[in-house]
């Protein structure tokens, strides 16, 4: 679908560039986005090795294992329908730990995982569950004490001070998970809760 919505703008920017006689602009800017988008893909790839470097040398280091450790009594709250000590428990609390760091894309082999550990538990396979919903929802909106990937990226485009997001990025992703938890909760209480 998202293929067929991307063919139809471009034809329809070309039609227009055809008919206003801007063809060639068209062309020039097409040429020049295409160079921005290199430069801002190569000074990415800087911020993006560095940080999943740093998660290396984190859980080498242990520190996953203890920020695991000390959410783990927490998503036992969250996720009462969960065996604490199962696979997907485990699933969840690296890829929640990941993205606490601000690594998405280290942690979404961990939510791919953690989904599929959750559907072995789940009796109606049609049907999410409200573990899996929930799951869902703090993975959307993780609190990041390291947004990596938005610190690239203002690295990237030149910011002289790209760390200063750190602190609103703690506090809005925690508004953001407090408020997806108490609307996940809300909705199990309305709908049954059964499941």
Avoid: Y
Avoid at 65 to 91: C, E, H, Q, T, Y
Avoid at 116 to 143: S, Y
């Amino acid at each position: 679908m998202i293929n067929k919505i991307w063919f139809f703008m471009i034809l329809i920017a070309v039609i227009f560039a055809i008919t206003a006689g801007k063809l060639e602009l068209l062309s020039e800017e097409i040429f020049s986005s295409l160079s921005t988008s290199v430069d801002l893909a190569i000074g990415l790839i800087g911020g993006m090795v560095l940080w999943c470097g740093i998660l290396k040398v984190a859980e080498k280091s242990g520190l996953v294992d203890n920020i695991s450790r000390l959410i783990r009594p927490v998503m036992k709250l969250i996720f009462r329908d969960v065996p604490s000590r199962g696979n997907a428990m485990g699933a969840m609390v690296m890829n929640i730990t990941s993205n606490m760091l601000g690594l998405g894309n280290a942690a979404t082999p961990m939510g791919l995982k953690a989904m599929q550990e959750l559907q072995t538990l789940n009796h109606k396979k049609e049907m999410a569950t409200n573990a899996m919903c929930m799951f869902l929802v703090v993975n959307a909106a993780p609190i990041q004490f390291i947004p990596a990937t938005v610190m690239s990226l203002r690295s990237s485009m030149g910011s002289t001070n790209p760390g200063i997001i750190i602190l609103p990025a703690i506090l809005t992703s925690s508004i953001a998970l407090t408020t997806g938890v108490i609307a996940c909760k809300l909705l199990e209480k309305t709908s049954g809760g059964g499941r």
